[in-house]
């Protein structure tokens, strides 16, 4: 079975066991559609590009999951019809989850954090050019 991304946008004025409630249906409703389901993640409340039923943000939901291809567009549709889910998006997986790590500076900008930065005396000068008076 080939795997499919799916982001759903949930309504912002949801409380937290709201926005649960809406992933767990969501869940539920690719599990009966017979998807098995690979990861999941909340990506949080988020600013968006444009309103969307008159909201400026919402609650982003990420899945993966594998399913038959038939399966996709009653999928969509239920999708759809939810009352809480703003906009859904299903593409095709292409490649791994690649796995959030904390944010770490690489070796080399490490090494150039601990190096004071060069004073101005070490740095040639650039001559900046000098506007010409006008002739009368």
């Known amino acids: 079975m080939p795997?499919?991304?799916?982001?759903?946008?949930?309504?912002?004025?949801?409380?937290?066991?709201?926005?649960?409630a809406v992933v767990e249906r969501v869940t539920q409703r690719l599990v009966d559609q017979g998807a098995t389901i690979e990861h999941a993640e909340a990506w949080g409340k988020r600013r968006m590009a444009y309103p969307i039923q008159r909201y400026r943000e919402g609650h982003y939901v990420f899945t993966r999951f594998a399913v038959l291809g038939d399966r996709i567009p009653?999928?969509?549709?239920?999708?759809?019809?939810?009352?809480?889910?703003?906009?859904?998006?299903?593409?095709?997986?292409?490649?791994?989850?690649?796995?959030?790590?904390?944010?770490?500076?690489?070796?080399?900008?490490?090494?150039?954090a601990d190096t004071p930065p060069p004073s101005s005396a070490d740095q040639p000068q650039a001559e900046s050019p000098q506007a010409e008076a006008p002739q009368a």
């Open 74 to 112: 009653e999928i969509r549709h239920a999708l759809k019809i939810m009352e809480d889910v703003l906009r859904a998006s299903i593409t095709v997986a292409v490649g791994p989850i690649a796995a959030q790590k904390p944010a770490q500076p690489s070796a080399p900008a490490a090494a150039a």
């Open 3 to 20: 795997s499919y991304d799916l982001v759903y946008i949930v309504k912002p004025d949801l409380e937290t066991e709201g926005i649960s």
